[in-house]
C-alpha cells in the first residue's frame, strides 16, 4: 500500500471540515459548457484530473451530463478517491431511487412500463423481493456455472481460430457478445437463444435497445461529425419505439422459456408479467451490458501483458489442471495469478465506471486530506476509474501489474469497486452490490483457464474505447505445445 492513509479510518476526528470547492456555473449555460468540456474538449479523464489540480480537492462540485433538455438537474458531488467513493455504498446514508443511470432516467417503455430492480431503492420492498428472487435464482443454478461457460468458452475459441484462418484476424467483440448472451440466456430460460424465435438476434437487439437508453452518457467520437451536430443525442431522449418490436422479441422468448422461473417469482407473490420485464433486464442490460464491455477489457490487458505473463499463467494453469484433474471451483481457487490478473483487470478498467447516490441526510464526507458536508437531497457522483487508480491506495495506479493481488497484496482487494461495493462484501437484499459478483469474477477465471489451456500465447489490436466496450482484434493464437 502506498500510504497510511489507504486504509481508510472511519473517524474524521484529525480531518478539518473545508467547503466543497467548484461551481454549476449559470443556470442552463454551466451544464452546457461543462457538457462540451467533458465530451469534446478534455475527455472524461482529464475532465476530472484537470478539477482535481483546480480545486486541490478529489471532491468538487460538477454538472455531469447530460443536462438540459434531458435532465433538469445535473447538478452533483464528484467523490474521485478510494476513500471519498465509499460513501455511495451507505445505504443508509445514501437513495439509489431512479439513479442508475445519472441525473436522468430512461423512460420506463423500455422496461414494460416497470421500474425495475436495478432502478429500485433499498428502501423499497419491491427492491428486496425482487433482489431476492435474483439471489437464489443464481444460487440455485451454480452447478451449472462450469459446464455452461466451459461448452460456450469452446465454442468462442473455434469461432476465432475459424476467423483467424478466414481472415488473418478475428473480431473478439463480436464473437465474445455471441458468449455472453448464449450463457446468460441458457442460465435463466434452460435453452439456448438458436432454441427460440430469436435465434442469433439476441445480441443485436439488445446493443440497439441499449444504445437507445445510453445514448445522453456517451459520445459517438465520430471523427467528422462536429460536436455541437453530435450533441445533439446529449439533448433529446432517443425514444423506445424504435426497438420497441425488438424489444417484443426478446420479451416473448423469455417468456415463453423462463417458464419455470416465472412460475417461482408468481410463487413469491410477483406478477408474471413484472418478473419477466425483470429477468430480460438482468439478461440484457446487467448481464450482457457488463460483459460486452467487461471481457473485450480482460482480453485486451491480458493480451497485452506480453509473452512472460502468458508464460506465467500457462504454467500456473496447467499444472492445477493436471493436479486437480478437472476445472472446479476448488481448482480455480489455487490459481494466485490468474485471480490476481482478473482483479487487475477489474480495478484499472472497472466496467462500469459511474455511480450515482441521493443523500438521504446531511452527510460529512471524507477524501484523504478533508472533510466535506453535503446537503440532503444533493447527488453524489463517483467516477471509479479515479478512485480504482488512487495513488495513496496503488503503487503505479496507471499499470497494469497482474500479480498486484498475490499474497500479501491480496489486502488490496479490500478497494476493487467494479460490483458497486468492495470485493471483500457480499451482495444482499439490503445492498445494491451486482448479485452476480461472484459469478462475474468466476466468468473472467474460466475465460483465462480455457485460453491458456489452450494456447501458449496471443496477440491483439486493441481499438478505441467507447461507451460500449473496447474493440478487440485477435491478430495471431499460438497453440499449447
Ligand atoms: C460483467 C458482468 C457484470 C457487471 C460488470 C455488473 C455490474 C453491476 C454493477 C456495477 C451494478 C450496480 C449498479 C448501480 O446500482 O450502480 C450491478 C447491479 C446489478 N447486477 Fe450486475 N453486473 C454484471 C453481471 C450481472 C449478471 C450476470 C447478473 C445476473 C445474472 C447481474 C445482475 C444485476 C442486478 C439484478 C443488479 C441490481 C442490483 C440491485 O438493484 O440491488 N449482473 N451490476
Known amino acids: 500500500m502506498a500510504s497510511s492513509s489507504s486504509d481508510h479510518p472511519a473517524s474524521s476526528s484529525q480531518l478539518s471540515l473545508r467547503e466543497i470547492p467548484g461551481s454549476y456555473g449559470l443556470p442552463f449555460f454551466g451544464p452546457i459548457k461543462d457538457r462540451y468540456h467533458y465530451f469534446y474538449n478534455q475527455g472524461q479523464d482529464e475532465f476530472f484530473k484537470s478539477r482535481i489540480k483546480k480545486y486541490n480537492s478529489t471532491v ?25 467513493f465509499t460513501i455511495l455504498f451507505n445505504n443508509d446514508k445514501v437513495e439509489k431511487k431512479n439513479i442508475l443511470d445519472g441525473t436522468y432516467m430512461p423512460s420506463t417503455s423500455f422496461f414494460g412500463g416497470y421500474r425495475v430492480c436495478a432502478f429500485l431503492d433499498t428502501t423499497e420492498s419491491n427492491h428486496h423481493a425482487l433482489k431476492s428472487f435474483f439471489l ?7 452447478k451449472k456455472f462450469i459446464p455452461y461457460l466451459r461448452t460456450s468458452l469452446s465454442e468462442l475459441f473455434e469461432n476465432l481460430e475459424n476467423e483467424i484462418t478466414d481472415k488473418k484476424s478475428a473480431d ?74 425488438g424489444y417484443k422479441k426478446l420479451y416473448n422468448a423469455v417468456f415463453d422459456s423462463a417458464s419455470l422461473l ?58 492445477v489442471v493436471k493436479e486437480e484433474g478437472d476445472i472446479t471451483f476448488s481448482a480455480l481457487e489455487k490459481m494466485p495469478l490468474t485471480k490476481s490478473a482478473v482483479y487487475e483487470t477489474l480495478r484499472i478498467d472497472p466496467p462500469v465506471q459511474f455511480q450515482y447516490a441521493k443523500a ?32 495513496k491506495v496503488f503503487e503505479n ?29 457480499q451482495p444482499s437484499a439490503e445492498n445494491k452490490q451486482c448479485p ?22 496471443l496477440t491483439v489490436d486493441i481499438g478505441k474505447f467507447s461507451a460500449l466496450g473496447t474493440p478487440v482484434t485477435i491478430t495471431s493464437f499460438t497453440k499449447a505445445t
Open 262 to 319: 416465472l412460475d417461482e417469482a408468481e410463487k413469491l407473490g410477483m406478477k408474471r408479467e413484472e418478473a419477466c420485464h425483470n429477468l430480460v433486464f438482468l439478461t440484457g442490460f446487467n448481464a450482457f451490458g457488463g460483459m460486452k464491455v467487461l471481457f473485450p477489457t480482460l482480453i485486451k490487458w491480458i493480451g497485452s501483458g506480453g509473452e512472460s505473463l502468458h508464460r506465467r499463467l500457462a504454467e500456473e494453469i496447467r499444472a
Open 60 to 84: 468538487f462540485r460538477t454538472n455531469m451530463p447530460p443536462g438540459p433538455f434531458i435532465s433538469s438537474n445535473s447538478k452533483v458531488v464528484a467523490v474521485l478517491d478510494s476513500k471519498s
Open 172 to 245: 473478439f467483440n463480436k464473437h465474445s457478445d455471441n458468449l455472453a448472451f448464449d450463457f446468460v440466456f441458457k442460465l435463466v430460460t434452460g435453452v439456448l437463444p438458436s432454441e427460440t424465435k430469436l435465434n442469433s438476434k439476441g445480441p443485436g437487439i439488445i446493443t440497439t435497445w441499449l444504445a437507445l437508453q445510453l445514448a445522453p452518457l456517451g459520445t459517438a467520437g465520430l471523427k467528422y461529425v462536429p460536436g455541437f451536430l453530435e450533441d445533439i443525442i446529449h439533448t433529446v431522449r432517443l425514444p423506445f419505439f424504435l426497438i420497441k418490436s
Open 397 to 425: 495506479p496507471d499499470d497494469f501489474i497482474a500479480d498486484r493481488f498475490v499474497g500479501e497484496g491480496e489486502k488490496l482487494i479490500n478497494y476493487v469497486y467494479w460490483s458497486n461495493a468492495r470485493e471483500t462484501e
Open 136 to 142: 437464489s435464482f443464481l444460487a440455485s443454478s451454480h
Open 436 to 457: 452476480a459478483k461472484d459469478l462475474v469474477v468466476l466468468c473472467c477465471r474460466l475465460m483465462l483457464v480455457e485460453l491458456f489451456l489452450r494456447y501458449d500465447t
Open 360 to 391: 438521504r441526510e446531511e452527510i460529512v464526507v471524507e477524501s484523504h486530506d478533508a472533510a466535506f458536508q453535503i446537503k440532503k437531497g444533493e447527488i453524489i457522483f463517483g467516477y471509479q476509474p479515479l478512485a480504482t487508480k488512487d495513488p
